[in-house]
C-alpha cells in the first residue's frame, strides 16, 4: 500500500547541509500497524512527513496504492492527502473551538453539508469516547481527552491511513495505554492501516505488526515485531528491547555460576505463542538425565503473542546436554549458548 524506495531528504541551514534521511527503502501493507522507532534526531519524524508529502523526499520514490505521488498535481496531491490523516505529539488543536468544532474542521473545508457533519462528528465521538464532551474547549480538558480529539478530528475525512506523529510522548503511561488501545480497535474494526512513529519500544510491542528501527537518518533493521524482538541484530535494536525486556543475565548471577565445579552449560532459550506452555525443563530432565536449573527469566506480550526468554544451567554428561540442546532446537526454538566468559 505504501511503498518509499530509496527515499533521501536533505535540509540546508546556513550552508550547512543535514541529511535528514539517508536512502530508505520499506514497504507498509494495507491494514497493518507498522511502528517507525528511534531516538531522537534519527530522521523519523521527517520520513513519516514524506509519506503524505508534507515533506518532498530530495531523492527516491513514495507510493501509495501504486501512485507516485512525485507524479500527482498540486489538486490530485490534496485529494490523496484527504486520505492520509495526521495525529501530532502536541495535538494541533484550535483553541478557540469547542471539541465538536474541532473535529468538524475537516468536513466544513471539504463543503460537507451541515447534516452531514453533525452525523459524522457525532459519531466520530463515539468512537473516541468524548461525546458528553463536544461543547467543552481544548483548555478544558486532560492530555488523554485532547488526544481523542486529534484521533477524531483524523478519521473526519475516512482516510486508508493514520499517521501517528509521537502520538503518545506527551501522555502518562496510563492515558498511553488507552490511546493505543483505541488505535488497535480502530485499526481492527476500520482495517486503516497505521504508521507510527516513537521513542519507546512499549508502543512498538503493543500494537505493531512490523517495525523499522532508524538510526541517523538509516533504516538498520525492519521485520515483524516477534522476529526483531528474538533475533536484534544491531546493537541500537538490542538497546531498545533491555528498555522494556532484558534478556542478559546479571553479573552477580554469572560470577557465581563461574564458582560451581561443574557449572555446566548456560542456554538462552526464546519461546513464543504455544511453546510457553510446554514443560521444556521436565522433558531435559526426563529424556536426557540432565539437571536443569532455571537462573533467570522473563516474559511478554507482543501484541497478541506471548514471548518469553529462560536462562538456564544444565549439568550432566556433556553428550546429554548436547542431545538437550538438538531436541530443543527441534521443537523450533531459538536456543543460544552463552559463553562464561560473557
Known sequence: MIQLKNVSKVFY????????????????????????????????STLIRCINFLERPTEGTVSINGVDLASLKEGQLRKTRRKIGMIFQTFNLLSSNTVFDNVATPLRLAGAPRNEINRKVGELLEIVGLKEKEAMYPSQLSGGQKQRVAIARALASDPEILLCDEATSALDPQTTESILELLLEINRKYHITIVLITHEMHVIKKICDRVAVMENGKVVEQGKVLDVFSRPQ?????????????????????AQIKQHDDPGQLLRISFAGDHVAEPILAELAVKFALRPNIMYGNITQIKDTTFGTLVIRVTGEPAAIQAGIDYLSGLELQIEVIDYAG
Not at 35 to 40: E, K, M, P, T, Y
Not at 234 to 254: G, H, R
Open 234 to 254: 544491531q546493537a541500537i535494536t538490542k538497546n531498545f528491547i533491555k528498555t522494556i525486556f532484558d534478556v542478559n543475565l546479571p553479573e552477580s548471577l554469572l
Open 13 to 44: 541551514q546556513n550552508k550547512h547541509k543535514i541529511e535528514a534521511v539517508k536512502n530508505v527503502t520499506l514497504e507498509v501493507q494495507q491494514g497493518e500497524i507498522f511502528g517507525i522507532i528511534g531516538f531522537s534526531g534519527a530522521g523519523k
